[in-house]
């Protein structure tokens, strides 16, 4: 893997371990006032963000045999996991709610 695409990788761990709860803090504040949009979208990125931490922990306790030769997709998902589901959560959320209401 090029040096580069090691470094979005880092990029993006670190951003869905920092970044996604900081945007959950965000959508929470006065989650009581929101609409119901509001806390559907808060509720789903809550909801991605723990299936996202479980893939990416599922995916780190793999046996240290089987990290042999560097599976690409073992650390895609540990990397990318957490932002996408925490993205995605919100995103479900919201258009959830569209075709509901």
């Known amino acids: 893997m090029g040096e580069t695409l090691a470094l979005l990788f880092r990029i993006a761990f670190l951003a869905g371990l920092l970044g996604v709860p900081a945007l959950l803090l965000y959508l929470g504040q006065r989650l009581r006032g929101r609409g119901i949009r509001g806390k559907a979208g808060f509720w789903g990125g809550v909801a991605g963000y723990v299936l996202g931490t479980a893939a990416t922990l599922s995916a780190m306790l793999l046996p240290p045999v089987s990290w042999v030769g560097g599976s690409f997709l ?7 996991s957490i932002l996408l589901g925490g993205i995605l959560g919100i995103v479900a959320g919201l258009i959830t709610h569209g075709r509901r209401g």
């Open 74 to 80: 073992r650390t895609l998902v540990v990397h990318w």
